[in-house]
């Protein structure tokens, strides 16, 4: 019963900042989007200054009723020091490093100010990431990167930011979660397999493999029993050199291909898992390495930029609304 009437109001809560806080690339934090609210140390402030002025009003102490008033007068400026250190912050997302599934995606925050002044104890966190804090003195940009946890391939929105700060004497917290429209891409979560990809036949230059049925000559091998009598090099026996039998071979591309068909068996993400950690085995060969997915080729190319393309493929296997990822 608690769970729902828990979770009843964090929907309510969620709409009203749906609301309240719309998606933004970039949110200036004022009175509309700015929350404030004595701490735990601050309500323990607050019950202070009630026995001082319980105890000044009883015993009729005037000491003790400037005592109180200079608390009150505290407790009532640091509620302007609290909302002044986050209002007039502009806060925007520059770059969302992709990371693996089951790993972390790395979100660069950028704060903003129209003027340099002082600012400090500033916490910033996704929900379930580590908060981390920053300060502002002297400049007028702050950068602050956040690792964000990565639960499965595709695109993540790490959800609403909170950015809160109990500065300067830690009786009022002040916060407020924006939308940042944030979407990382995840990539699968790599799995490694026993054998690399074998190359293609081709009619042009390549390695050279050994195997029965190919179209290349290979050599000559002294004729074991059970050796196929047409590949016995019947030339060589007329002219008494002895019983050898002929090998063929095909010429294989040095081009090594990361093939959907090569994981019969395997439901979708299994496949998308080891075609990824394929990836990551033969990148270090320095090879050109092609795709073949479902409904996509891309030829065999290297360099950074191929192998970005190669994962953003992986990542966006059948994943809608993938525009600007490609």
Same mark, same amino acid.
């Given at each position: 019963?608690?769970?729902?009437?828990?979770?009843?109001?964090?929907?309510?809560?969620?709409?009203?900042?749906?609301?309240?806080?719309?998606?933004?690339?970039?949110?200036?934090?004022?009175?509309?989007?700015?929350?404030?609210?004595?701490?735990?140390? !601050?309500?323990?402030?607050?019950?202070?200054?009630?026995?001082?002025?319980? @105890?000044?009003? =009883?015993?009729?102490?005037?000491?003790?009723?400037?005592?109180?008033?200079?608390?009150?007068? /505290?407790?009532?400026?640091?509620?302007?020091?609290?909302?002044?250190?986050?209002?007039? *912050?502009?806060?925007?997302?520059?770059?969302?490093?992709?990371?693996?599934?089951?790993?972390?995606?790395?979100? %660069?925050?950028?704060?903003?100010?129209?003027?340099?002044?002082?600012?400090?104890?500033?916490? $910033?966190?996704?929900?379930?990431?580590?908060?981390?804090?920053? @300060?502002?003195?002297?400049?007028?940009?702050?950068?602050?990167? &956040?690792?964000?946890?990565?639960?499965?391939?595709?695109?993540?929105?790490?959800?609403?930011?909170?950015? %809160?700060?109990?500065?300067?004497? !830690?009786?009022?917290?002040?916060?407020?979660?924006?939308?940042?429209?944030?979407?990382? *891409?995840?990539?699968?979560?790599?799995?490694?397999?026993?054998?690399?990809?074998?190359?293609?036949?081709?009619?042009?230059?390549?390695?050279?493999?050994?195997?029965?049925?190919?179209?290349?000559?290979?050599? &000559? =091998?002294?004729?074991?029993?059970?050796?196929?009598?047409?590949?016995?090099?019947?030339?060589?026996?007329?002219?008494?050199? !002895? &019983?050898?039998?002929?090998?063929?071979? +095909?010429?294989?591309?040095?081009? &090594?291909?990361?093939?959907? +068909?090569?994981?019969?068996?395997?439901?979708?993400?299994?496949?998308?898992?080891?075609? $990824?950690? #394929? *990836?990551?085995?033969?990148?270090? *060969?320095?090879?050109?390495?092609?795709?073949? #997915? #479902?409904?996509?080729? /891309?030829?065999?190319?290297?360099?950074?930029?191929?192998?970005?393309?190669? #994962? @953003?493929?992986?990542?966006?296997?059948?994943?809608?609304?993938? %525009? !600007?990822?490609?």
């Amino acid at each position: 019963m608690a769970v729902s009437v828990r979770g009843f109001f964090q929907q309510r809560f969620s709409r009203w900042l749906a609301r309240r806080l719309p998606p933004s690339s970039a949110v200036s934090l004022g009175r509309r989007n700015l929350f404030i609210f004595p701490s735990a140390t !601050g309500f323990a402030f607050l019950l202070l200054i009630g026995l001082c002025w319980l @105890a000044a009003t =009883n015993y009729e102490n005037n000491l003790v009723f400037g005592i109180t008033c200079l608390l009150a007068s /505290l407790f009532v400026v640091s509620i302007l020091h609290s909302f002044a250190n986050l209002s007039g *912050l502009t806060v925007s997302c520059l770059k969302v490093t992709p990371g693996f599934a089951d790993k972390t995606l790395t979100v %660069e925050l950028l704060l903003r100010q129209p003027r340099s002044r002082f600012r400090d104890g500033l916490g $910033c966190s996704f929900a379930g990431s580590e908060k981390v804090m920053a @300060a502002m003195s002297g400049v007028t940009e702050c950068r602050v990167k &956040l690792t964000v946890p990565a639960p499965q391939r595709g695109l993540h929105d790490p959800g609403r930011l909170r950015i %809160e700060s109990i500065y300067p004497v !830690g009786l009022l917290r002040a916060w407020t979660y924006v939308d940042l429209a944030i979407r990382g *891409l995840v990539y699968p979560r790599p799995l490694f397999p026993d054998s690399y990809p074998p190359g293609r036949r081709t009619t042009g230059e390549g390695l050279l493999q050994g195997g029965e049925g190919g179209d290349d000559f290979v050599g &000559l =091998n002294r004729y074991r029993p059970g050796d196929s009598l047409k590949h016995v090099a019947w030339k060589h026996y007329a002219r008494e050199q !002895g &019983l050898y039998t002929k090998h063929y071979g +095909d010429v294989l591309d040095r081009q &090594l291909w990361l093939d959907w +068909d090569q994981f019969p068996g395997l439901d979708r993400e299994a496949r998308l898992s080891r075609l $990824c950690g #394929l *990836l990551l085995q033969i990148v270090p *060969l320095g090879q050109p390495y092609g795709l073949r #997915l #479902l409904g996509l080729v /891309l030829e065999p190319a290297m360099g950074d930029a191929h192998r970005q393309r190669v #994962l @953003a493929e992986l990542a966006l296997f059948e994943i809608p609304n993938r %525009e !600007g990822f490609l």
